[in-house]
């Protein structure tokens, strides 16, 4: 990575985003229909952008694409984190970097949730430590910015629509620029 880290992560997504998320949508897509959810049911720039980015650590990572089969954790979302961390806002980073721990919070505290998730995120969540403790909830909803996790993780499970039309990436692109780090 070398010229600006919008760029730079944009790029990761042009160029590796075609990679499968699920059997039926691409990483890009993923995002895509991710962040236009955020934008269509919060108006918040900096969930925008988060929904956006929340993934891109699954390009980021050495494990290859078939880790969660192969019984391997690829910790996407510490990977994203730290990279976040060092370039956008805290709430962006934040949210990018809780999205799965946001996963293992519902599952512990919304009856029903569980129910809702694709196979592939429940064979993750065994790798992630399934459902949160009671003393796991407590440390999560201590957090600053747990909230915009939670939301994202929301729009992140139902961001998994074969063939869905979305805005392209230049339409998100003003939203991450606005969450940029000062
Ligand atoms: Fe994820
Ligand atoms: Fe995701």
């Excluded at 955020?38 to 929904?51: F, I, M, P, Q, T």
């Amino acid at each position: 990575m070398t010229k600006n880290p919008l760029t730079d992560a944009l790029d990761v997504y042009l160029d590796l985003g075609r990679r499968p998320y699920t059997e039926v949508v691409s990483q890009l897509e993923h995002a895509l229909q991710c962040a236009w959810l955020a934008e269509r049911e919060s108006g918040d720039g900096d969930l925008v952008a988060a929904a956006f980015l929340h993934d891109i650590g699954h390009m980021m990572q050495k494990h290859g694409q078939d880790a969660a089969d192969r019984g391997i954790n690829d910790k996407h979302e510490a990977i994203a984190r730290g990279w976040a961390e060092r370039h956008f806002n805290a709430r962006v980073a934040q949210a990018v970097g809780l999205h799965v721990e946001a996963k293992r919070y519902l599952c512990a505290t919304r009856p029903g949730y569980f129910e809702t998730l694709s196979p592939a995120s429940v064979t993750s969540l065994e790798l992630q430590g399934g459902p949160m403790s009671d003393a796991e909830v407590k440390a999560f909803e201590a957090q600053p910015h747990y909230q915009d996790a939670v939301k994202v993780r929301e729009w992140d499970d139902r961001a998994k629509v074969a063939g869905l039309e979305t805005p392209d990436i230049d339409h998100f692109r003003p939203y991450m620029e606005s969450a940029l780090a000062a």
